[in-house]
């Protein structure tokens, strides 16, 4: 049986009641399957806008304006921005990033509060660690020159607990049709 916890019924932000958009946030460690969940949320409901901050931050890096500090959060700032703009015009937002601490979860929760969408909240995680370290060490990068963390840089990559997401869902217990279904489902109960 597929491991899934749906922490939260209720959105938590302020919803507009002009606003009839969505946002989901997909976070979680690398090669838990975000691009795989995202490719098939993408598949089984046509019209989701969808936003990467991997492909946002490598054309920063690719930009050479970063400087020796790199991009830093400057990713997640653009994302923040792009995503405030197409849920103003776009019924559902798919975001996927890291999502690693508070501030950027918060940051989230803010722009969906801003534009009076509905947040929905995801994680992945893989709780098969031999499973998780094979994906990490056999994945294949579809952002040209993105260079993905090994098994040890994903291990030692700060990341906090997640406590606060409205869906945990367990990449090691399901298929990726499984967990966009159930997402797609959270969404739109």
């Not at 490598?58 to 703009?85: C, F, I, N, P, T």
Request: proline residues 4%; negative net charge; glycine residues 6%.
């Amino acid at each position: 049986m597929p491991h899934i916890w749906l922490k939260h019924a209720v959105p938590r932000t302020k919803v507009n009641t002009m606003s009839n958009s969505h946002l989901i946030v997909l976070g979680g460690l690398p090669a838990t399957g975000k691009s795989t969940v995202s490719s098939e949320l993408l598949r089984q409901h046509a019209g989701i806008a969808y936003v990467r901050v991997d492909s946002i931050e490598q054309a920063l890096r690719d930009s050479d304006e970063m400087g020796d500090s790199g991009v830093q959060g400057s990713g997640y700032l653009a994302a923040y921005a792009v995503v405030r703009d197409l849920l103003r015009s776009i019924q559902v937002v798919l975001v996927e990033c890291v999502n690693p601490i508070a501030s950027t979860r918060h940051a989230w929760r803010n722009v969906a509060r801003s534009t009076g969408a509905r947040l929905l909240e995801v994680e992945l995680f893989c709780s098969d660690a031999l499973e998780h370290r094979a994906r990490a060490e056999s994945r294949s990068v579809d952002i040209p020159g993105l260079k993905v963390p090994n098994w040890e840089q994903i291990q030692t990559r700060e990341y906090v607990p997640w406590t606060t997401a409205d869906l945990s869902l367990d990449t090691a217990t399901m298929q990726p049709s499984e967990a966009a279904t159930a997402i797609l489902t959270a969404l739109l109960s």
